[in-house]
């Protein structure tokens, strides 16, 4: 149980376009789910929390309207990077919570896109 | 701010031995701590989870609190060569759909 998929697994694109990715919660419900970002030896660093069905809550210094998160149900959320530049290249990681009951409150990740922009 | 310190190593330890890492936190109310394991180029995975003092063992490996000294430490018992991974302590600040703050890892290599 508590299985969270991402797709893309990895993306390359061109300069200027946009990407979406894909985060789902495939055995669970999840109410929240969070986006991260990681760069190379780097720690994860928290993008947004995203709820669903309500806006997305970003953290300090993350652009919103470059990074737009939309989670359409209780089973997905999707990240889209618009008008990616090299530096957006990273490694972005999505993650849910499990327990909407609140008797556990981990977080499971999924297994993370790796996005190239040339 | 919140912080989240732990010894970026290479931490080096012989297989068969007990690896120790620890982690200490800067929020003196948080109340949930998490560990997790970073293979190279792949997520974490969760190994523990520990919101009250004491110790906390699952398997091979048992987490540390103490909330006192803002202290958690997690303890690998016999390690193998499969256990080299970056070891990500994770902090929340209140129970329960809160978001978390990293650590940025200790690096772990077990020897043969």
């Known amino acids: 149980g508590a299985v969270v998929s991402q797709h893309p697994s990895w993306v390359i694109c061109k300069s200027g376009t946009s990407v979406k990715i894909e985060c789902r919660s495939l055995?669970?419900?999840?109410?929240?789910m969070f986006w991260y970002r990681q760069f190379p030896k780097q720690s994860l660093m928290l993008m947004a929390t995203?709820?669903?069905?309500?806006?997305?809550?970003?953290e300090q210094g993350v652009e919103k309207d470059k990074f737009l998160i939309n989670h359409a149900s209780l089973t997905l959320s999707t990240l889209t990077v618009t008008s990616a530049h090299p530096e957006d290249s990273s490694f972005y990681i999505c993650?849910?919570?499990?327990?909407?009951?609140?008797?556990?409150?981990?977080?499971?990740f999924g297994p993370g896109t790796r996005l190239t922009v040339l | 701010q919140k912080e989240v310190e732990q010894n970026s190593g290479p931490l080096s330890v012989p297989e068969g031995a007990i690896a120790s890492l620890n982690c200490t936190y800067s929020?003196?109310?948080?109340?949930?701590f998490f560990w997790y394991r970073q293979y190279s180029g792949k997520s974490p995975e969760l190994i523990m989870s520990?919101?009250?003092?004491g110790d906390k063992e699952d398997g091979r490996f048992t987490a540390q609190l103490n909330k006192a000294s803002q202290y958690v430490s997690l303890l690998i018992r016999d390690s193998q060569p499969s256990d080299s991974a970056t070891y990500l302590c994770?902090?929340?600040?209140?129970?329960?759909?809160?978001?978390?703050?990293f650590g940025t890892g200790t690096r772990l290599t077990i020897i043969p």
């Open positions: 993650s849910a919570t499990v327990d909407p009951l609140l008797i556990t409150d981990t977080q499971y």
């Open positions: 995203s709820n669903e069905g309500s806006k997305a809550t970003y």
């Open positions: 520990i919101y009250s003092n």
């Open positions: 994770a902090v929340e600040p209140n129970f329960g759909n809160e978001k978390l703050t």
């Open positions: 055995d669970f419900q999840a109410t929240t």
């Open positions: 929020d003196r109310g948080s109340q949930s």
